[in-house]
C-alpha cells in the first residue's frame, strides 16, 4: 500500500515564497515517488471556493478559503475551532488511514492535532523561519532586545519572550518530528524549550540545477546583483551604504530584482545619485537565469535569514558572493571558500549592523580579481551539487517518514 503524506500550508492568493517554493519542490518530487501518494491541502486567503484536482498521479491539490477577516480569525480561538471542525468533517475521507501530516505553516498545528486526535496520525512540522526574528521588520526596538539577551548575554531563562504565540509552542511540544533547515533553528529550540518531546532534524532546502552558465569579464565595472524584497532585514540599505563607501576605488553596478515600488526606486536613486543603479523588478525564473549568468558578483546584506533560496541560486549560478555572516547564511558560506563572509556587529544602541566598511572592501577586493571570483564562484557550485540538491533533500525527508 502506498504511504499517504498530508503537506499543508496557509498562505494568501498569488503570493509566492520560500515556503511556497518549497512545498511546491517537495509535493511534486515526493509525488513521483511511486509508494507514496502525496495530497496537498492549501488554507489561502483570498479565494471563495474549494478548489480539488488531481495535479498528477501520486499528486493531489486541494485549495480551501480561509475566512474573509482572516487577522480577527487568528486571533480567536473559537473562531478557530469552529473552523477546523468544519474543515476536518468536510476532508474527512482524505485523512482515512492514518497519513502522516507534515506542515509548513506554524498555525496550522491546532488543525494537525485534530486531526491526529480523530485518527491517530504523526505531524511533521518544518520550520521555514525563527518567528521572534521577523520583528526586524515590524518592531526593531523588541528585536534588539531579545537579541541581546539570546546571543550576547546567551540568556534562555524566559522562553515566553521568544515564543511569542501559543501555536509555536504547540509546535514544539506537541509535534511527532521537528524539520528545521538550519542548524541554528534546532539550536534555537533546545536552547529555548528544552522540554519539547519532538525528534528534531536538520534538512536543508534543495534546488533542481538550472545549468548556467556563468560569463564574468574583466575590464570593465563590476556588476553586482542583488536578489530580495525591500523589507529591512534584506538589507538592501546596507549595501547601497557599502558601494557608496567602495565608489572611489572600483566600479561597479548594481542590479535590483524584487519587487519595489516608483516611489521607492526614486528614492533610492536621489539619495545616491552617483551609484550605477538599475532596477529589474520580479522577474521569472528564465530572466533570472539570464541576470544571474550576466553577473559578476551576487551580493547579500540580510541581517537574518534560514536555508535562503536566493544564496543556494548564486552557488547554483557559480557566482562568488558577498554576504552578511548571520544565521543559515553562516552555514550555507565558507569564508574564503566560496564566499566573502561580512561580520556583524550589536549594540544596544545602533542594534544590529553589517559591518558597512568590510563590504566595501569585499566589493573592491572581488572587483579587481577574477581569479578569486572563479575560485569562490566554483566552490559555490561544488557547494550546490553536494548540499542543495532536490534529490538530497527528498531522500533526507523520505528517511524521516519511514522512522515514523
Not at 23 to 35: D, K, P, V
Not at 43 to 54: E, L, V
Not at 195 to 203: D, E, G, K, R, T
Not at 337 to 360: R, T
Request: with cysteine.
Amino acid at each position: 500500500m502506498k504511504q499517504h503524506i498530508v503537506m499543508m500550508d496557509m498562505t494568501k492568493a498569488g503570493s509566492i515564497n520560500g515556503v511556497t517554493r518549497c512545498i511546491t519542490t517537495l509535493s511534486e518530487g515526493l509525488g513521483r515517488n511511486r509508494s507514496l501518494q502525496v495530497i496537498w491541502i492549501r488554507f489561502i486567503h483570498g479565494i471563495k471556493h474549494y478548489q480539488d484536482k488531481n495535479v498528477r498521479q501520486g499528486l493531489h491539490i486541494i485549495q480551501i478559503p480561509l475566512p474573509d477577516e482572516v487577522s480577527c480569525f487568528l486571533a480567536n480561538s473559537k473562531l478557530r475551532e469552529r473552523y477546523w471542525t468544519e474543515v476536518y468533517h468536510r476532508l474527512q475521507p482524505v485523512f482515512q488511514g492514518s497519513p502522516i501530516l507534515h506542515i509548513h505553516t506554524l498555525n496550522l498545528i491546532e488543525f494537525a492535532l485534530l486531526v491526529k486526535m480523530h485518527t491517530g496520525s504523526k505531524i511533521v512540522s518544518h520550520i521555514h523561519c525563527i518567528p521572534w526574528k521577523g520583528l526586524y521588520n515590524t518592531n526593531i526596538e523588541l528585536f534588539n532586545r531579545l537579541y541581546n539577551k539570546y546571543y550576547i548575554q546567551k540568556d534562555y531563562s524566559h522562553p515566553e519572550l521568544f515564543i511569542r504565540q501559543h501555536h509555536e509552542f504547540l509546535v514544539y511540544t506537541q509535534s511527532d518530528f521537528i524539520i528545521c533547515v538550519t542548524e541554528c533553528a534546532k539550536e534555537f529550540i533546545h536552547n529555548i524549550c528544552p522540554n519539547h518531546v519532538s525528534n528534531i532534524s536538520v534538512v536543508v532546502n534543495g534546488i533542481y540545477d538550472w545549468h548556467i552558465k556563468h560569463h564574468s569579464k574583466t575590464g570593465k565595472a563590476t556588476k553586482l546583483i542583488f536578489v530580495g524584497s525591500g523589507q529591512r532585514s534584506k538589507g538592501l540599505s546596507f549595501v547601497l551604504a557599502a558601494m557608496q563607501t567602495s565608489l572611489m576605488r572600483t566600479r561597479s553596478s548594481l542590479l535590483i530584482v524584487g519587487n519595489y515600488s516608483k516611489d521607492i526606486r526614486n528614492m533610492i536613486i536621489n539619495q545616491y545619485p552617483f551609484l550605477d543603479i538599475e532596477f529589474a523588478g520580479v522577474v521569472g525564473k528564465e530572466h533570472l537565469k539570464h541576470l544571474y549568468a550576466n553577473s559578476d558578483v551576487g551580493i547579500i546584506g540580510s541581517i537574518q535569514e534560514q536555508c535562503s533560496y536566493v544564496a543556494i541560486e548564486m552557488m547554483m549560478a557559480g557566482l562568488p558572493v558577498i554576504t552578511t555572516d548571520v544565521d543559515g547564511l553562516s552555514e550555507l558560506f565558507e569564508q574564503g571558500v566560496n564566499a566573502i563572509k561580512i561580520p556583524v556587529h550589536f549594540s544596544p544602541s545602533n542594534g544590529l549592523q553589517p559591518d558597512i566598511p568590510s563590504m566595501a572592501d569585499a566589493i573592491v577586493e572581488l572587483g579587481g580579481s577574477m581569479k578569486l571570483r572563479c575560485r569562490l564562484g566554483k566552490h559555490g557550485r561544488l557547494r550546490y551539487k553536494k548540499k542543495h540538491t532536490v534529490g538530497g533533500m527528498l531522500s533526507a525527508l523520505c528517511e524521516i517518514y519511514n522512522i515514523l
